[in-house]
């Protein structure tokens, strides 16, 4: 049960590190409506958690920050490649897998992950200490660049645009989609409509379908896309949903999944199904 606060986040997140399964956000004082959605939210995380594949890892101290490049580094092959990531429970640290092991040159990647706003924030900042990429929370406007991973902020609906030759991330307010806001499908829609054959899909662990459909529409514009397996998933509900749609082209184990992407752009050369 966590505070929203900048230092409730940090703790929330390095939580999750060591092994929790899912957090809820404290509710403000007196919001008769707020305690009653979290009495449901506290039962619904229970009954994923009780359900949960734990993995009983050590998780290392924190570690110091990672050196980023000196300026920015031009991404292998075509710009206009680019990866997106979707998760829910137990997605902070099969995101943290996926992004370490990628190298500062990685073509741009954008992230939805199921939190509360204001945990993003933090969850964006670990990531930058962590990965040789730079990654932080995503902003309205900006331009999509190489060497960057961008997190949905947990408040906000993620869109990919475009502005001639440029990719650029557009966030609003709008209503919860499958329950969620942020939402997977949200993103994954827009990426396949904008970016098409050049983009590839990653969906890692979490509840329910959200994205399952919209990772179908991605494979239709030419995307290709991968789904985390079973056994390392820590709630195989998205990645089986979107297995079930048939939007995905292949099912690998967590860490087999940044490799794979290496793969992809060691063999791609600029074209055909890119990352």
Known sequence: MSTLTERGAETTIRALELGAIDFVAKPGLGIAAGLQE????????IRVASRARMHRNVAPAPAAAVPKPARPLPARGSTGKLIVIGASTGGTE???????????????????????????????????????????????????LPGHAYVAPGDRHMRLARSAANYLIELDDGPPVNRHK??????????????GPNAFGVMLTGMGKDGAAAMLEMKRAGSY????????????????????????????????????IE?????????????
């Not at 939190?115 to 990965?131: E, H, Y």
């Not at 991968?226 to 079930?244: C, L, R, W, Y």
């Not at 793969?263 to 890119?274: D, F, M, Q, T």
């Open 263 to 275: 793969e992809k752009l060691a063999g791609a050369g600029g074209a055909a199904h890119c990352v």
């Open 38 to 45: 979290l009495g449901r939210d506290i039962c619904e995380k």
């Open 182 to 195: 942020t939402s997977v499908e949200v993103l994954f829609r827009s990426v396949a409509a904008q970016a």
């Open 94 to 144: 099969a995101i943290r897998e996926v992004l370490t092991r990628l190298p500062a040159d990685t073509p741009a990647v954008l992230i939805t992950q199921h939190m509360p706003p204001g945990f993003t924030r933090s969850f964006a900042a670990r990531l930058d200490r962590l990965c040789r990429m730079t990654v932080r929370e995503a902003v309205h406007g900006e331009r999509v």
């Open 225 to 260: 896309n991968i789904a985390q397996d079973e056994a390392t998933s820590v709630v195989f509900g998205m990645p089986k949903e979107a297995i079930a749609c048939g939007g995905v082209d292949e099912v690998l184990a967590l860490t087999r999944i940044a490799g794979r």
